[in-house]
Structures are given as C-alpha cells and as structure tokens.
C-alpha cells in the first residue's frame, strides 16, 4: 500500500488504511505501508511500515508531500519481498509513484477515492473559479483511473459520480468497517469534568478535521437557530485544521462563542471516546464524505447522529437506526436537535439502535471483501499476462 498521507495526520484516510491492514493482517494477510515521515512523530512500532522523507506543504501545513524518487528507489526492496499487487490510497505523489513502482515490479495496480475533490478543490484554490476547478478535478480522475487495473470507492453514491465521470475501470464498493474491539465505552462526566462542562447542559458533539470542506460553518448557524429555543446549547468541535480561526470568528460574529468550544485534535483511544460520550447527538452536515466513517463511530459508541444525507453517508444513514436525517438547511436541521433534546425517550431508543447497527460494519466482513477484490484483480491480470504470451506478444 502506499499513501501521501498516514498516522499521526488524522483523518479518515489514515483511519481506513490502519483499520484494512490490521484486519487483513488478522485474516492471515501481509501489507507494507509506503507513507510520509512527519517532523516530530513517534517512532513506528511497525515492521512493515516504510517512512519516505516528504516536503513541507505551505498552503496545507498539516500534510506532507513525498519525494517520488526516494519512493521508486525502494523497487529493489520491494521487489525482493514478492507482493501480488500495489494498492494507491491517494492520487498525488503516492498515485504517480505507485504506478511507475507497479511497472517496474510487473504487478496490477489498484487505488482507493477516499475523497470527493469535486468539491474539495476550489476551498484550496479560492482564486480560481469554481468551475475550473470541478473540471480539473474530473478530468484528473478520469486521466489517473485508465492508469489502473482497478478502483475501489467506499459507497454506492462515489460509484454514480465515478461512472458519470466517465470512469470506466472496473470499480467495486467496499466500505471501511469498523472494529468495535477497539472501543471502550465513553465517559461523559470524566469528559465534562475535564473540559469544565456542566454534565447537564445540553450538547452537541462534533470530531473531524477542522476544514472548510466540512461545513462546520453551517453547524454554527444551527447553533445560532437552536439557542433561541435552548440557550445554554454547546457545539464542541474536537480537532484541529485549517478553518479553526475562520470558524471562531464567525462564531463570534453570530454572538455564539458561548455556545461553542473548539478544544482541539485528540489522540484516538479514551479522550476520543470520552468526547464522543460527552454529546447528547453527534452532528455531521459535510457534502464532501465519500462514506462518513465518524459516524459509525460515534454509533458505536451508543451517541445518535443527526446529520445530512449527502454524497457517502447516505450509505450509512440509509436504514435510520440510530440517526435523525436533516435537510440541508438550518431550519429542519435545528428542528431535529431541538426535538431530540427535547426527547430524552428518543435519545435512549436512538442510542441503542445505533450501537446495535454499528455491529453490521464488521471490519472483518468488509476486509473479507477485500482480499477477494485482491484475488480477483491478481488472477485477472495473470489471465491477461498468460494470454499475451499465448499470443506471442
């Protein structure tokens, strides 16, 4: 596997990437990660990970661009360890070393689209127009998937935009699962405490990236909507990214900053869960996910999610256990909270759908799928190679 980005930039790349391999790993299944090496980081207590020196980004300072060539000088030691396949993550540095490393290697080629740069882009690049912007991004994601053998996306809504894109290589729907041994039950009042909340004010819990991407913003005008009927509303926002300052400063101008608090990344283990536990409803409004792992998380963890149903979490939202579907405005949004707040029986029965339907995302199940996609792309590609010899060419 390879990837422009890994552990400890958290996001749900790295999240999908570490949840695949240790379950792959468990099914009896070897992977080396080719990843950036970060300034500062922890030493890897993982045999089978590759650190590659990488560059400073200036206009994203959290991530890492790898050096392609210090990538393919690694061909003769990857070569020596005999792998069926190479599997991209992401499409810059990692996508263009990972084909030329597959060439070399004479092995097929698969990639994930963790991400919906259609969107995504022009938060990047204001000063282009929009337009340009979506077009790049299609035209990039049709040039980079007639390089592979074949892709992977993580919800049904991702294969519609790939197949109107005109993406045409062979493409199966595998979500990232998750593995509920990794959770432990979340403590509010341990959270509260910690972050000077009184345990009965009403609260909203939000963890991500701090992006622009998200649509964080729009949870703040819920938030401006809702205190008009429950003053004493919090958001808490937990992680770190671009738009924090932009996010607190709008807060401030809607006469919210009282109502909000942004505390920061946290390292995923008990603080996470903890921070889970500490809202009432976790709530989600980004039309960029391509499946919305954070909310089968914070099911996992018995908090019911009121969230828009766009783009990949539709896919998780589709049965409504444990969730409450918005509209994407701010009036049916803040209706929801509102009722759910309101409704301490509705929290209770939400919670326990949502624990129990986070069960149906084993990890296991989906990285069974996995490795079957890996076989069958390994034996498709032998096919080819054994016919082209046939074939005298």
Known sequence: MISDVYFPRVNGVSTSIATFRRSLRQLGHQSTLVAPAYPQAAPDDDSDMIRVPARYLFMDPEDRLMKIPAVLALDERLRQQAFDL???????????????????????VVET???????????YVPALP?????????????????QLDALVVPSMAMLSVLKNYGVRVPTEVIPTGIDLEDFSPGDRAAFCQ?????PARPTLVHIGRVAYEKNIGFLLEVVAS?????????????GEGPARRGLQQRAAALGIENNCLFIGYLNRGQALWDCYAGGDAFVFASNTETQGLVLLEAMALGTPVISTAILGTRDILAARRGALIAEPEVNDFSAKVI????????????????????RDWSTTIMSRRMA??????????NGALVTSQASGH
């Open 113 to 123: 689209c963790h991400t919906y740069f259609e969107e995504y882009f022009h938060h």
């Open 86 to 108: 190479i599997h991209i993550h992401t499409p810059f540095a990692a996508h263009y070393a990972g084909i030329r490393l597959a060439r070399r290697l004479k092995l097929p």
């Open 226 to 238: 809702v205190r008009q009927s429950i003053p004493e509303l919090l958001l808490i926002v937990a």
């Open 372 to 381: 079957d996609f890996y076989r069958r792309v390994v034996e498709q590609e």
């Open 130 to 146: 929009r337009g340009l912007m979506r077009y790049s991004a299609r035209w990039l994601t049709r040039h980079q998937g007639r």
């Open 339 to 358: 009722r759910l707040l309101r409704q301490p029986g509705l929290r209770q029965r939400l919670s326990r759908e949502a624990r129990d339907y986070a």
């Open 194 to 198: 910690r972050h000077g909340i009184d």
